[in-house]
């Protein structure tokens, strides 16, 4: 049940994989807009990069059970690319989430401020195996005297989970070295991943991430009652994640997120409420498998 962390480049891991297979993946990749990665080029050519990307769409696809779901999250420009290899790699399509991040937006010149990012939402089949109708509180609107009683259902434009910035107002959320530098730029926030992970799979399924990171999706998995497997080919990276996972932080405990969601039918089963114990800052003491 504990998640496990994998070091190696994902397309290695998922040709040799012959494990139980995949309920839910996400699918946050470097974008190849030359970051600085330790031990990945993020400058390759533009066909290099989605004939990868594809190939990788093709195996999570191999290895997911019917009905299973991919989230595939991207910048807004590449929106073309990612609905077109998921389609060619057998996905079928249920929607594209646009993430409104609560942050600045990127300003242009020439073009609009860029404000969002997508997340591409595909099942394999029809019909998802599991989607479970999430109902939030929203903020007021100022044609509206009062919330709603029962709040309202989750829809495909996502603008209450605030992405982890660079300065002050990331908070303590994003891991950092002594120095207080970020460990890494493109960690996702925690509530990200709770919305996914409780929209799209039940206790006991088995998540993937390719591109785990720092390991943000393991984190809240684990805390959902999920199975989950995560790949990364940094192994400074994987010590990192083998350090969130058995020392949880305040910062990473997703219990305080479970009263957005109050209003959800079936809310006990989708969220257990056995991660509770986790509240006042309690340490895990979970332990996690390692292969470099
Ligand atoms: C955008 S980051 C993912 C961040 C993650 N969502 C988080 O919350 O921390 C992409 C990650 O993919 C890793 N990576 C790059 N190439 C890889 C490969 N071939 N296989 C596995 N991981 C890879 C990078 O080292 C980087 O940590």
Request: aromatic fraction near 10%.
């Amino acid at each position: 049940m504990d998640p496990k962390v994998y070091c190696n480049k994902c397309d290695n891991f998922l040709d040799s994989y012959s494990g139980s297979l995949f309920d839910l993946s996400f699918l946050d990749p470097p974008f190849n807009q030359k970051k600085e990665y330790s031990l990945h080029n993020d400058d390759m050519l533009s066909s290099e990069y989605w004939s990868w990307m594809e190939r990788i769409c093709k195996l999570i696809y191999k290895h997911t059970s019917d009905g299973g779901a991919i989230y595939f999250m991207q910048r807004e420009k590449n929106t073309k690319h990612i609905l077109s290899i998921l389609d060619k790699s057998g996905w079928t399509f249920q929607n594209l989430i646009i993430w409104q991040k609560k942050t600045s937006a990127v300003p242009g010149t020439k073009r609009y401020g860029k404000h969002y990012q997508v997340i591409a939402f595909y099942t394999k089949g029809k019909k998802p195996r599991i989607f479970n109708k999430l109902r939030i509180d929203k903020p007021l609107l100022v044609t509206q005297r009062e919330a709603r009683p029962n709040g309202v259902f989750v829809t495909d434009v996502w603008d209450d989970i605030r992405e982890l910035t660079s300065g002050y107002y990331a908070g303590d959320e994003p891991l950092r070295h002594r120095n207080g530098e970020r460990v890494h730029k493109q960690q996702s926030p925690v509530k990200l991943l709770t919305r996914i992970i409780i929209s799209s799979s039940k206790v006991n399924d088995l998540v993937f991430d390719p591109f785990v990171g720092t390991g943000t999706t393991l984190v809240a998995a684990n805390q959902l009652h999920r199975r989950a497997i995560g790949i990364e080919v940094d192994p400074e990276n994987v010590e990192f994640i083998k350090r969130r996972l058995t020392n949880v932080r305040n910062a990473d405990l997703i219990s305080k997120f479970r009263k957005d969601y109050r209003h959800t039918k079936n809310l006990d089963a989708v969220w257990p409420v056995a991660d509770m114990k986790l509240k006042n800052g309690e340490k895990s003491t979970k332990q996690i498998s390692i292969e470099i």
